[in-house]
T-cell receptor, first 117, second 112 residues
Framework: EAGVAQSPRYKIIEKRQSVAFWCNPI?????LYWYQQILGQGPKLLIQ????????DSQLPKDRFSAERLKGVDSTLKIQPAKLEDSAVYLC???????????????FGPGTRLTVL | KQEVTQIPAALSVPEGENLVLNCSFT??????LQWFRQDPGKGLTSLLL?????REQTSGRLNASLDKSSGRSTLYIAASQPGDSATYLC???????????FGAGTTVTVRA
């Protein structure tokens, strides 16, 4: 099965510009996650969707970050305006509930590396 | 709030040596624990997932143990190879949430 797809892979922008990232999860995975990973740290969850509804966005800086998953499949994460501290790798992950194992294992995409100058 | 710690932050070993990577967590009420591998500039690849009811999981040269009561997990990699060079992260899922809490990772270098 195809994995989680993300684009672009790399993006360089200047501060105060806007940027958008796209994610296509594994087919059939109802849950989609966006993480921010700053260099030298573990990923931090920004937002979690269940189908097209938001489950958790408690760590999303809502004054500048927004995300949507309109049809319950693809998702877009936007930053407007970007700040220097937004430089990070943005990872998308997806999961589905496995009734056999009782697991909800997350599978990650390759990430988008954002540099804000 | 769950805190996940991985020590050491970096490790360098000669080829063939066994690797021991540690992960500790503060809240023992977990649903499962997952070990990931991350290559430079790449996403995360899941290596092993241990459910809270399990003590260990094995896949090839990898073995992960879980001791919930002491808040610890260990990832063993037998007979290390240069291709094992990467950053290894552990992540804990609490029993009442889907949100993963990650450690900062251990960066491993296997010298040929």
């Amino acid at each position: 099965e195809a994995g989680v797809a993300q684009s672009p892979r790399y993006k360089i922008i200047e501060k105060r510009q806007s940027v958008a990232f796209w994610c296509n999860p594994i087919s059939g995975h109802a849950t989609l996650y966006w993480y921010q990973q700053i260099l030298g740290q573990g990923p931090k969850l920004l937002i979690q969707f269940q189908n097209n509804g938001v489950v958790d966005d408690s760590q999303l800086p809502k004054d500048r970050f927004s995300a949507e998953r309109l049809k319950g499949v693809d998702s877009t994460l936007k930053i407007q305006p970007a700040k220097l501290e937004d430089s990070a790798v943005y990872l998308c992950a997806s999961s589905r509930w496995d009734t056999g194992t009782g697991s909800n294992e997350q599978f990650f995409g390759p990430g988008t590396r954002l540099t804000v100058l | 709030k769950q805190e996940v710690t991985q020590i050491p932050a970096a490790l360098s070993v000669p080829e063939g040596e066994n690797l021991v990577l540690n992960c500790s967590f503060t809240d023992s009420a977990i649903y499962n624990l997952q070990w990931f591998r991350q290559d430079p500039g790449k996403g995360l690849t899941s290596l092993l997932l241990i459910q809270s009811s399990q003590r260990e999981q094995t896949s090839g040269r990898l073995n992960a143990s879980l001791d919930k009561s002491s808040g610890r997990s260990t990832l063993y990699i037998a007979a290390s190879q240069p291709g094992d060079s990467a950053t290894y992260l552990c992540a804990v899922r609490p029993s009442n949430d889907y949100k993963l809490s990650f450690g900062a990772g251990t960066t491993v270098t296997v010298r040929a």
